[in-house]
């Protein structure tokens, strides 16, 4: 039995420039790189906390 996994898919909107070394690491421990670089991520409670650490410099939506 497969259960259905909810994605979502993370873009990097804003810059890194001023911002705290933790949310530079979060960033980073995401796989974003530069503004407008977008990943897909599988919807866990680890990468939803990082999501949410960081919604300030991200947007997020879900991909059916």
């Known amino acids: 039995m497969v259960l259905k ?7 990097q909107i804003r810059s890194l420039i001023g911002e ?4 530079r690491k979060t960033i980073e ?3 974003l790189k530069r503004i407008g670089h977008t990943r897909e991520f ?3 409670p ?7 650490k960081v919604n300030h ?5 879900e991909v059916k």
């Open 20 to 23: 705290r070394p933790i949310h």
């Open 29 to 31: 421990a995401l796989g």
């Open 5 to 11: 996994e909810e994605k979502i898919r993370v873009t």
């Open 46 to 52: 680890q990468i939803l906390g990082m999501v949410k």
């Open 42 to 44: 599988r919807a866990t």
């Open 57 to 61: 410099l991200v947007s997020c939506e």
